[in-house]
């Protein structure tokens, strides 16, 4: 996901991503960003990522870049005016508790008020859970907030959300 917004915001210096999870997003930001800020509800998922660091190539706690947050991410972007060139949500699916309300319209537009003018917003969401209503619900909010949508499906069981306030030419930079 974090690889995506540097594709989708060339030039991009500072990230948000909303959830630590495993990890992987974290360890993927690529070397451009000079920022990153995560926002982590859980402080046992921080603790199993410490605990099993010597299983990873390279442990993104230790990336001198990366400030841990740990606070729900709507809450964290409350006490905030700092602004984002990327923020990637990768929050549990919307049925979860303290995640359900990442994925609604004030979240969403939470998210749009700390980007910057030419930011990039991306959305995880796991196939398997996802009916046409939730799909329909979901892209009609992203575009109800922003103004460009991409959906992307990069592999069978994962869709990623692209959104931004300014048009994007995602596959012809690519090309």
């Known amino acids: 996901l974090s690889p995506i917004t540097a594709i989708a915001r060339p030039g991009a210096e500072t990230m948000l991503i909303v959830g630590y999870g495993g990890g992987v997003v974290v360890e993927g930001v690529p070397?451009?960003?000079?920022?990153?800020?995560?926002?982590?509800?859980?402080?046992?998922?921080?603790?199993?990522?410490?605990?099993?660091?010597?299983?990873?190539?390279?442990d993104?706690?230790?990336?001198?870049?990366?400030?841990?947050?740990?606070?729900?991410?709507?809450?964290?972007?409350?006490?905030?005016?700092?602004?984002?060139d990327a923020i990637v949500s990768q929050p549990s699916h919307p049925w979860t508790a303290g995640a359900s309300h990442l994925y609604t319209r004030e979240f969403m537009q939470l998210a749009r008020d700390h980007m910057t003018d030419n930011g990039v917003f991306v959305q995880w969401m796991n196939v398997a859970f996802l009916d046409e209503r939730l799909l329909r619900s979901l892209s009609a909010t992203l575009l109800d907030v922003f103004d460009e949508l991409r959906v992307y499906r990069p592999d069978p069981a994962t869709l990623v959300f692209v959104a931004a306030t300014k048009p994007r030419d995602i596959e012809r930079q690519m090309a």
């Open 31 to 58: 070397p451009s960003f000079r920022s990153v800020d995560v926002i982590e509800l859980e402080p046992l998922v921080i603790e199993a990522n410490r605990a099993t660091r010597q299983l990873r190539k390279r």
């Open 60 to 84: 993104p706690l230790t990336d001198p870049r990366v400030t841990i947050i740990t606070n729900d991410a709507r809450g964290a972007l409350s006490l905030t005016s700092k602004k984002y």
